[in-house]
């Protein structure tokens, strides 16, 4: 099995920034592209961001420009780095990736961590 572990959430004021901080672990051959999402209370979970292996990135425009993410395929790792927080960016965030399991199939399976709430306060 694969687990994905978050950390890094927390409570921080308007303007503030926080780090996220996602390890895979378990059956991994390889990561291709691993992300970010966050879901508020009643609505329904949205792309943050998104990073391949080879390190492209792609942000919605809500988040572009204050959160960057980045990736240590060493350590299965993957970052959101979140600058100029608002009160909106209040979510449960989460991590995923898609796992290749082994070197014989190129098949990829669809892994999510549990979550960490980041609450932005006005």
């Known amino acids: 099995q694969v687990q994905l572990v978050e950390s890094g959430g927390g409570l921080v004021q308007a303007g503030g920034s926080l780090r996220l901080s996602c390890a895979a672990s378990?059956?991994?051959?390889?990561?291709?592209?691993m992300g970010w999402y966050h879901q508020a209370p009643g609505n329904q979970r949205e792309l943050v961001a998104t990073?391949?292996?080879?390190?492209?990135?792609n942000y919605p425009d809500s988040v572009k420009g204050r959160f960057a993410i980045s990736r240590d395929n060493a350590k299965n790792t993957v970052y959101l780095q979140m600058n100029s927080l608002k009160p909106e960016d209040t979510a449960v965030y989460y991590c995923?990736?898609?796992?290749?399991?082994?070197?014989?199939?190129?098949?990829?399976?669809?892994?999510w961590g549990q979550g960490t709430q980041v609450t932005v306060s006005s």
């Open positions: 995923n990736a898609d796992v290749r399991k082994q070197s014989y199939s190129a098949n990829l399976w669809r892994y």
């Open positions: 378990g059956s991994i051959f390889s990561i291709n592209t």
């Open positions: 990073i391949t292996s080879d390190g492209s990135t």
